[in-house]
């Protein structure tokens, strides 16, 4: 079995390891925590692509350094992180269940009063690392619907599997799934 994926991506080459996440079905785990040139790379990358917008909003956690990344370069003094769990100092959550495809059990996400104010009738920017079966993505819409925002893009660094086909996706490159003996499905 080929155990690893070659990606060139914003000008850079990695290699992927691929993780069995159900039977027959594998992924790249595309990791960017710590690779600060990768994180730079794809935030520019990124923000030669994206509309116009107000304000970003990811949801907690592997996409926080590439949102700050894109905040820093653009110079905004905002983003907004939905909260895998709610914390003592949010006031008036609005909380919704999401189910990802690398996570083996129902998580949450939610936002609270300062989230909503820095969302309500602005131009939302819905960015995250990778999006595939998009559970993720609608969590966050539903959020930012919830809280008043208007959803100008969705965007990734990368689209696996189906989501590249999607036509609502601004992403870097596509991602492909992997059968067990690591070819590509």
Not at 57 to 66: F, G, M
Not at 83 to 93: G, L, N
């Amino acid at each position: 079995m080929n155990k690893f994926y070659n990606l060139e991506i914003a000008g850079l080459k990695r290699e992927l390891p691929l993780f069995k996440v159900a039977d027959n079905l594998y992924i790249a785990a595309f990791i960017m925590f710590g690779d600060v040139e990768v994180t730079k790379a794809c935030a520019e990358a990124l923000l030669k692509k994206a509309p116009e917008y107000d304000i970003i909003v990811t949801a907690e956690c592997k996409s926080l350094p590439l949102v700050y990344e894109m905040a820093r370069q653009r110079g905004d003094s905002n983003y907004i992180v939905c909260r895998k769990a709610p914390k003592v100092y949010m006031k008036d959550i609005i909380t919704t269940d999401v189910n990802s495809i690398t996570t083996k059990k129902l998580q949450s996400l939610c936002i609270g009063e300062n989230e909503i104010n820095a969302i309500k009738d602005k131009k939302v920017l819905i960015v995250d690392d990778v999006i595939s079966t998009g559970e993720s993505l609608e969590a966050i819409e539903y959020l930012v619907n919830k809280a008043g925002g208007n959803i100008v893009g969705r965007m990734a660094v990368l689209a696996e599997g189906d989501a590249a086909d999607r036509d609502d996706l601004i992403f870097l490159e596509p991602l492909p799934l992997f059968n067990e003996d690591g070819s590509i499905k």
